[in-house]
């Protein structure tokens, strides 16, 4: 599940979304906007949420980046 698709999932809630590119606190009313549009300020909602939980009235996320697509065959590489 995407951080976005989590959004959704809640919408009108707080979401904390904590990656190694830090932190980004999502406000309810965004949240809400979110579950509608599509920003493209915000890089992490196509990232993987790997672990949530619920506490002081808002969700905290813990996102990963999404694995790079890597070729079926190695290029080996003549020297």
Known sequence: MTVLDFIRQHPAQAVDVISSEGCDHVTSRRSLALARDR????????????????????????????ALEQDAAPKLAMA
């Open 39 to 66: 920003p493209e300020d915000m890089e992490v909602l196509d990232w993987a949420v790997c672990h949530s939980s619920f506490s002081g009235g808002a969700w905290h996320v813990l996102a990963i980046a999404p």
